[in-house]
């Protein structure tokens, strides 16, 4: 249909750009309309904004404000100290961490929620060290991933210093060619929160354990947006956060796995009261309590905990499966959606493209990727910035929808032009 048949008003569906657009946002609906989460939206406080920073801050389950109001104003405020025991405040952590076990795929009695990451990874890899050299005095290194959040790299280099062993930085990949019989212990992130790429774990943590070590999982940025399988894969220990994608709220505490046949030989860094046998027994000595409770310390934090508690009632009835065919549903056609709207050449995605490889984010390199993300914030698109050049989209399969996801790629590509 060329103009000079149709008359004076050009055809707009033959302008490219405008034919992308019509069938993409078409396409949008159609995913929405057959998805089968899509109805989880509706329980988060959402707004206009297409919300893609889930990864860092998840959104607030709506039921969440009445749930701590109720903690503080008559738990709190009229049980007082008797919400110890009657609002099971006392065994919180314990309790939680069996919410939390079906989502990374491990049986009850092996997690206990507390403290922040930072505190669980020293507790696990002094602990996962102490495993090893009561087996072999001689393994004396801790290998790191070398693209690691950086605080897993500086607490692993304190817990080294402290149990007199050697720190080896490599990357994810390259990790099997540096094992050998002095390793001790391997920490390692389940996904790298710059880029996306999700590494290999059944096959590192095999690869681990033939070397004789010990591996921690960092699953900060898997869990709640895929399988992990920690007790399928046969993880030794593991930790993660609560307030990425599942929603803990700021500041929510951190969960420690330790699997069950090592919590007998689990000996913490840090044995507060909370870990001990009879912890009201008041003993001077210290007598470590049996089970997932070793992994405490001190007393837990609860008006945060039992935010994460309800928060957590969202993954009632969802199959983690189902959250990761839309996770990568999502990102695939983010992805499509830039390709199609950026000019060529102006980003290029961090992210890979093989599913297997693939977290729940994507990462798109960029100049001046501070500034444009800056500008997508102030247009309602909100992602994050990571020095120095990467713009970082979350994808929660909970609450974002397609429609989101095309939105995004649109405005990115008006405020590149
Ligand atoms: C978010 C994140 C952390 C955060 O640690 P905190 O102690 O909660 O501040 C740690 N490690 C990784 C891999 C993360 O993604």
Redesign the pocket.
Known sequence: MSDARSGAVPDLTTVPDLVAEADLTAEAAKLDADDGLRDKRELFVLDETVYLDG??LGALPAHVPGRVADVISRQWGELRIRSWDESGWWTAPERIGDRIAPLVGAAPGQIVVG???????FKAVVAAVRIARAADEGRDEIVVDAT?????GYIAESAARLTGCRIVPVAPGDVPGVLGERTAAVLL???D?RTGRLHDLPGLTRAVHDAGALVVW????TAGALPVGLDEHGVDLA???T??YLNGGP?SP?YLYVRADLQPRFDSPLPGWNSHAEPFGMRPGFAAADGAVRGRVGTPDILSMLALEAALDVWDGVGVDAVRAKSLALTDFFLRCVGAYVPQGRVESLTPAAHAERGSQVALRCAGAGDVMRRLIERGVVGDYRAPDVLRFGFTPLYVSFGDAERAARVLADTLD
């Open positions: 990864n860092s403290d922040s990451t930072s505190v669980n990874v690691t959040f950086p605080t897993d992130n389940h996904a929160y960092d699953l900060c940025h930790v993660g956060c307030y990425k500041g951190a």
